[in-house]
């Protein structure tokens, strides 16, 4: 019996000439206007696109929470089923007998340089610290937040949102695009991980669809990043210059203020569009090893000045929890919980003031003590004993309410950024088998996640363990909480210049971020082409940092006290729809490995046949 031979026509037609020659016009028009129309509706009506935004957001999380939560978990499964079995797991990407385009050490040293960016300069503080406070087991009352008691819990959700979970979001899109573009010798886009199920179909306005959801999810994850990794280089430049009108004072402590943020954005993607139209691949070469030798020096401040053995016991016991609560971490969602269903799970003596009770009880944010100093009429006419009744009641709104803001948001972050780092990690692994490419890129950069959230935010912990720092760690902005530690950890002309490496650091993240994002969304509208245009790298360049600058304005709107919030909402809504691209991208990657095996065994089975 013949097996039919795998869609590899994909056919995805470019202009020939012109401006947007090499390009798809329907991918670039549609991906444009919609950035355009975002732009202008954040830039006339900020207020409303904030309000909109938000609304949007929180409709959505009430719905599509849990999905968020169990694909992730579905996507972890997924890698280590394809990883273990033997007759998946052996699948070269590429052709047979090609030996890996990259030696292991620069292999993994390029992982690294992909895991630590800026998401890990702004939290490898500010995560561990933030958790130590509120999380899942802090929510339900089980530990008392910014205790000893709540160190195991906080590291088991910081290693979830930053471990093999998050890098399987990578590493799906990653794999589904290696395996075609070696295997198959297709184009390296999006559309190409889809082809087992749609054949055809994608040479033309799915194909179109398909692309421009990856483009608008990189175009949204890598705001997010620039926009948290602008925050903390206005935080550095304050730190080291002291200069007021970047930051906003009004607040319990200082954070960067609408100004700083929007002058910091300029500068930085400033920086990135001469980058990106430079075409001199050695700067961004030297940028990354600077990268890389900056982050050792941060690292060691950290391991000698810091609290290094609170921090390795934490990375193992920390690990151990994590790997024992798997797959409860997986597919553990929480769904909200309407006002009726709080009623009915209140005391008789409280279900009267129902109405006043919900929003408290339900806050993820409150703890027992807020919600009782914030009772008024006849809620707080209530027995004490009654009002903690009443906050308990509201645990499963609390639980919800801190997943779907916390553990929803990482997972959209991944989700949304995955294009670009699953490019990435595609173009360095051909020759790999997919074993190889599961474990090294998912076990490897969890690992130095890892080591940089214990060693950096351990040693805040300790600090506030301690009574060292006091609370200032706790206080600070999360951007800000990396330069505090530092300066309850050493002082004076070391300080500075760490402080001053520090912000050098950021900007080369931010700077590379940006460059390699523009190459990205560049690559998927030319359908696959590493070489673009440079004109299109500008075009780019100046969207991406409208997008970002109008949604920190409209963040900013209407009293809001985070601008990054329209980011952030904006982001979750945009990654939506490429969460269902990457869930048909392992249906159709199972389909694939399925049918080229049975390939492989006639193409066996013919050649073993005596002649006739």
């Known amino acids: 019996m013949t097996i039919k031979a795998p869609f590899t026509e994909l056919e995805i037609k470019k202009s020939p000439a012109g401006f947007y020659e090499g390009y798809s016009i329907p991918i670039a028009l549609i991906s444009k206007l919609t950035m355009v129309l975002l732009v202008i509706w954040a830039l006339v009506w900020p207020a409303n696109a904030n309000g909109v935004l938000g609304s949007v957001n929180s409709a959505l999380l009430q719905g599509f929470n849990g999905f968020y939560v169990i694909i992730v978990g579905l996507f972890a499964v997924f890698l280590a089923v394809i990883a273990i079995l033997p007759q998946t797991g052996k699948r070269l990407m590429g052709r047979a007998g090609e030996a890996p385009e990259f030696s292991n050490f620069s292999w993994f040293s390029m992982m690294f340089g992909a895991g630590l960016g800026v998401g890990l300069m702004v939290f490898a503080t500010a995560e561990p610290l933030g958790l130590w406070g509120s999380n899942p087991e802090t929510v339900s009352g089980a530990v008392k937040g910014n205790s000893p008691e709540a160190l195991t819990s906080a590291y088991r959700y910081t290693f979830l949102h930053y471990g093999f979970h998050a ?12 395996y075609y573009a070696y295997t198959r010798d297709m184009p390296l886009t999006i559309r190409s991980a889809l082809t087992p199920l749609f054949g055809k179909l994608l040479n033309g306005p799915v194909g179109h669809i398909v692309d421009v959801l990856g483009v608008v999810a990189t175009i949204l994850g890598v705001s997010v990043t620039i926009g948290f990794g ?45 980058s990106a ?17 900056l982050s050792l020096i941060l690292l060691l401040t950290f391991v000698i000045f ?23 971490l997986s597919f553990g969602a929480y769904g909200p919980q309407s006002a009726e269903a709080y009623a009915a799970a209140l005391p008789a003596e409280a279900k009267a003031a129902a109405g006043e009770l919900y929003g408290g009880a339900t806050n993820a ?32 709104g609390r639980q919800f309410g801190w997943q779907s803001g916390w553990t929803t948001f990482y997972w959209a972050w991944w989700i949304a950024f995955s294009p670009f780092v699953g490019l990435f990690l595609a173009r360095i692994s051909k020759g790999r088998t997919v074993r190889e490419f599961i474990l090294g890129c998912v076990i490897a950069p969890s690992l130095v996640c890892f080591a940089w959230m214990t060693i950096l935010g351990g040693t805040a912990i300790d600090l ?12 600070a902005s999360n951007t800000a909480k990396l330069f505090v530690t530092l300066g309850q950890m050493i002082s004076g002309g070391f300080l500075t210049a760490i402080t001053v490496m520090c912000v050098v650091l950021i900007m080369t993240f931010l ?3 940006a460059d390699s994002g523009i190459l990205v969304m560049n690559t998927i509208m030319s359908g696959g082409e590493q070489e673009t245009g440079i004109k299109h790298r500008i075009v780019w360049g100046v969207i991406l940092t409208l997008v970002i600058g109008t949604l920190l304005v409209a963040g900013k709107t209407n009293g809001g006290a985070d601008p990054m919030e329209a ?27 399925y049918r080229d095996g049975m390939r492989d065994k006639h193409t066996a089975a013919t050649e073993a046949a005596p002649a006739e």
């Open 306 to 328: 810091g609290s290094f053995l609170f921090a390795m016991t934490t990375y193992a016991t920390a690990l151990a929890d994590y790997i024992w609560n798997f797959l409860s």
């Open 511 to 513: 700077v590379t971020s």
């Open 167 to 178: 890098w399987s979001i990578y590493v799906v899109t990653g794999l589904s695009l290696a």
């Open 464 to 475: 506030e363990l301690t009574g060292d720092a006091n609370g200032t760690i706790i206080a």
């Open 277 to 293: 139209v430079s075409g001199v691949g050695r700067g961004v070469k030297y940028l990354s090893n600077l990268n890389l030798v």
């Open 365 to 396: 944010w409150g703890s027992l003590e807020g919600f009782q100093k914030g009772l008024t009429g006849s809620a707080a006419a209530l027995a004490p004993e009654v009002q903690t009744a009443a906050y308990n009641a509201g645990t499963q």
């Open 230 to 274: 602008v925050s903390q280089f206005i935080d550095g430049m304050y730190a080291i210059t002291g200069m007021d009108w970047m930051m906003d004072l009004t607040g319990d402590a200082p954070k960067p203020g609408t100004v700083g943020l929007i002058v910091g954005l300029v500068c930085i993607m400033g920086m990135s569009i001469i």
């Open 567 to 593: 980011l952030k909402s904006a982001m979750i809504i945009g990654a939506l729809p490429f969460t269902m691209v990457m869930g048909l991208m392992c249906v159709s990657l199972t389909k694939a490995l």
